[in-house]
């Protein structure tokens, strides 16, 4: 059955089922530009600077890889 103006009958087609999006609901709190970076060895919390993801720092107490606090 044609509809004429390209819309088609509703219910059908792209973006019309769950999971069609990319993400953004399963950002933990804390993430984003503020927060803490912490040590998973000694617990050293040092700010988190925008830019620079936690695991691309080391300790500055003992050198370990931090993580997103």
């Given at each position: ?9 509703a219910g059908q087609g792209p ?25 998973p060895a000694c617990g050293k919390?040092?700010p988190h600077r925008p830019g ?18």
């Open positions: 059955m044609p509809f004429g103006d390209g819309t088609g009958p973006g019309t089922g769950r999971g069609m999006g990319r993400g953004g609901g399963g950002r933990r709190p804390g993430a984003g530009p503020g927060g803490d970076c912490i040590c919390k040092i620079v993801p936690c695991a691309t720092v080391n300790c500055p107490a003992c050198g370990v890889r931090l993580a997103r606090g």
